[in-house]
C-alpha cells in the first residue's frame, strides 16, 4: 500500500490522488484502506513519516550552528525532490481541510520544531547564543523562509541559499563577543 502511494504520488498530486487508484494499484479493496485509514490524508501521511521525513535529520553536530546546517541542507535536498512536492500539496489540501494541517503538525512539523528550539536553547544555555534569543523566533525565521520559497516559488531553494540564510538569521543572535563567522567551539 505504501508503495502505490509513493508511486502515485510521483504521477501525481495529493489532490488528485483518490483511494480508488491506490487499492488498484496496491491490489487491495478499498474497504482495507478504509480499515486502517480514515481519509486519504492520513493515508498520505503514514506513507510521507514512513518513507521520506526519517531522512531530514540532521547529522549530531558540534555546535548548534553546524546541526543547524546540517538540518537546513537536509531540507533544502529534500524539498528539490518528491518531498517538497508532498509537503506543499498537504499545506495547499489544508487550506480547505484544516485537519490535515492539524495531522502534518502533530506528526512531522512539531516534533522537529521542538528538537530544532531545544538545540537553540542548549545554545544559549552554554552561551553559543545571546540569552535573550527568542529560540522559537529563530527557528521559525530560518525554516519558514525556506517553506516560503518552496510553496511561492519566487527564487530558487538552493544550499547556498540556506547557508547564506543561517549566516543572515544567526548573526544578529550570537553571545556578544561571539565570533561573526562559522562557530568552531564544541559545547560542553
Do not use: C
Not at 503514514?46 to 546546517?69: H, K, N, S, V
Not at 500539496?89 to 528550539?117: K, M, N, W
Amino acid at each position: 500500500i505504501m508503495d502505490a502511494v509513493h508511486g502515485l504520488l510521483q504521477e501525481r498530486s495529493v489532490r488528485d490522488l483518490t483511494m480508488e487508484e491506490v487499492a488498484k494499484r496496491a491490489g487491495v479493496g478499498k474497504p482495507t484502506l478504509y480499515k486502517w485509514w480514515p481519509t486519504k490524508a492520513s493515508l498520505v501521511l503514514t506513507m510521507f513519516q514512513e518513507r521520506i521525513a526519517g531522512r531530514l535529520d540532521a547529522p549530531a553536530a558540534a555546535t548548534t550552528e553546524e546541526f543547524l546546517r546540517g538540518r537546513v541542507r537536509n531540507v533544502i535536498r529534500e524539498f528539490n525532490g518528491l518531498f517538497g512536492k508532498v509537503v506543499a500539496d498537504l499545506i495547499a489540501e489544508g487550506q480547505s481541510e484544516p485537519e490535515i494541517l492539524r495531522e502534518l503538525q502533530a506528526r512531522h512539523l512539531g516534533p522537529r520544531r521542538a528538537a530544532s528550539v531545544a538545540e537553540v536553547e542548549k545554545a544559549k544555555a552554554a552561551g553559543e547564543l545571546s540569552g535573550d534569543v527568542d529560540a522559537g523566533l529563530l527557528i521559525d525565521s530560518i525554516f519558514g523562509s525556506i517553506y516560503f520559497r518552496l510553496l511561492v516559488r519566487h527564487a530558487p531553494l538552493t544550499e547556498q541559499f540556506g547557508q547564506e540564510l543561517v549566516d543572515q538569521v544567526l548573526r544578529g543572535s550570537r553571545a556578544a563577543g561571539g565570533r561573526q563567522g562559522p562557530s568552531v567551539q564544541p559545547r560542553p
